[in-house]
């Protein structure tokens, strides 16, 4: 997933009413504001109310889904089913995935709605950060942090999360 075609799936999103955070790689380059490295995928945080719709807008341009994360809760709901997926990868016909993972937006602060022991930290949505020269909405700096914990981080996900502490650092 280039720079071009992160910041493309972000506009779609956005301009159709529909909030996305940005996170993992692309979160933390945007956070920097420049492309450091190639990424396989686009990791984004989309809030319940707004899930069916972004289902709809990334099907009608080409995207399916390829799987379900382990840490995946199945809710009721009517996407292409009669349950929707809260954490799972959608693929490109021409390869490019986006990895999504769902929030309750009816609660406050919002929580995850996938079987994981991430909790959002305060502030964790209030990242802004570019792509592409599109601004986009990403986890902050110390949200990056969390969600990097608790699973083998490959080499280039460890030097990420450098990067993010180097952001935090006074």
Not at 49 to 77: C, I, K
Not at 83 to 102: I, S, W
Request: hydrophobic share 45%.
């Amino acid at each position: 997933m280039d720079e071009a075609d992160a910041a493309r799936v972000v506009r779609l999103l956005e301009e159709n009413g529909v909030k996305c955070w940005v996170l993992g790689g692309w979160g933390v380059d945007a956070l920097e504001g420049r492309a450091t490295r190639a990424h396989k995928d686009l990791d984004i945080f989309l809030a319940l109310s707004e899930h069916a719709l972004a289902w709809r807008l990334l099907h009608e341009d080409g995207f399916r889904l390829a799987y379900r994360w382990e840490e995946n809760v199945e809710l009721p709901g009517d996407l292409d089913a009669a349950t929707q997926p809260t954490a799972y990868v959608l693929q490109h016909v021409d390869g490019r995935e986006v990895d999504v993972h769902v929030l309750d937006d009816s609660a406050e602060p919002m929580a995850v709605l996938w079987d994981h022991r991430i909790e959002l930290v305060a502030g964790a949505l209030d990242g802004i950060g570019t792509i592409g020269g599109t601004e986009v909405r990403c986890l902050s700096a110390r949200m990056q942090v969390v969600a990097h914990q608790g699973y083998d981080l490959p080499a280039d996900q460890r030097a990420d999360l450098e990067r993010v502490e180097r952001m935090l650092a006074p």
